[in-house]
């Protein structure tokens, strides 16, 4: 099993202990399992299901080479296909996860793939939420201001960003390569100047792009198929009226094609030694 500890402060104690009753409650395979809890000097350890080839974020960001590989589309079909799942199944607890991102999105050496991480969920009252946490880069642009309410289609707009960044390697939203100076035009013989600050990727910038500017996209001159990336395209629609469901997602061409590829994508995990590159910590 893995433990994830926590330095428990007394601010975080309802969230500690709504993650508790989450993973309790939650029976799928879709989900990581739980197996029980136990404080010492303050702070709580929550024994969980270890997934021994880490997040997604570890794979495709350290595993698989020293610099960020893109994962094959067959394989973002797996973790679609789960993370969907996942979502309508954590629906029927009443539980939006609100932070689906890379790192919360685990594998294991036989092809599971499951969520994890619900530190940040909350309880549904009704269909609707109405809170402001998560991590920001992932957030759906309804998530954003006051007052606004949002439903479990904030997921399925950070899967879709968790699709884009896993199929090019580049977190979404990362700003563009900076283009020369006017310093280092005019000093062509490299006499040291002190660098521009860099505000592209301030919080405020970053809110402001997710609110305001184009939802990050795919392509086919990429190298993707139409279906994946008509796929994303349903997941990052702006409008959370126009964006479906986890439930109506499951009905894309994209996901009822997708075939049964557990031995693949296990021998594919043999092949790069994930499970045996996995560190504990990985997961936390």
């Known amino acids: 099993m893995a433990v994830k500890r926590i330095m428990l402060k007394e601010e975080e104690r309802n969230q500690v202990l709504r993650e508790i009753d989450i993973l309790f409650r939650c029976r799928s395979p879709y989900v990581v399992s739980y197996f029980g809890v136990f ?7 929550i024994c969980m299901e270890y997934m021994d080839c ?3 974020a570890g794979i495709y960001q350290q595993a698989l080479a020293p610099t960020p590989t893109r994962i094959p589309e067959w394989i973002l079909q797996c973790i679609s296909v789960a993370v969907l799942n996942g979502l309508c199944y954590l629906k029927t607890q009443k539980v939006i996860h609100r932070d689906v991102k890379p790192s919360n999105i685990l594998l294991n050496s036989r092809g599971d ?17 109405a809170t402001y946490i998560g991590t920001a880069r992932y ?18 707009w950070s899967l879709g960003l968790v699709l884009v960044e896993l199929g090019m390697a580049s977190p979404p939203y990362t700003a563009a390569p900076a283009a020369p100076t006017t310093a280092s035009i005019n000093n062509p013989a490299g006499t040291p100047t002190k660098p521009a600050r860099d505000f592209s990727q301030t919080p405020f910038v970053l809110i ?4 305001n500017g184009p939802p990050p996209s795919l392509c086919e001159e990429e190298g993707f198929s139409h279906t994946f990336c008509s796929f994303v395209k349903e997941c990052l629609r702006k409008d959370p ?8 997602l499951l009905t894309h061409d994209y996901i009822l094609n997708a075939p049964d590829v557990r031995e693949r994508l296990t021998n594919w995990i043999a092949e790069h030694q994930l499970g045996e590159k996995a560190e504990l910590g990985r997961i936390s």
């Open 113 to 129: 793939i499951k969520l994890c991480d619900f530190n940040v969920s909350g309880n549904l009252k009704g269909s609707m939420a």
């Open 54 to 56: 880490g997040s997604w």
């Open 208 to 211: 402001h792009k997710i609110k």
């Open 39 to 45: 404080f010492e000097e303050g702070n709580i350890s």
């Open 139 to 156: 957030m759906a642009p309804e998530r954003i201001g006051k007052s606004v309410s949002y439903d479990v289609r904030v997921d399925v």
């Open 241 to 248: 009226l126009d964006r479906p469901k986890p439930s109506q």
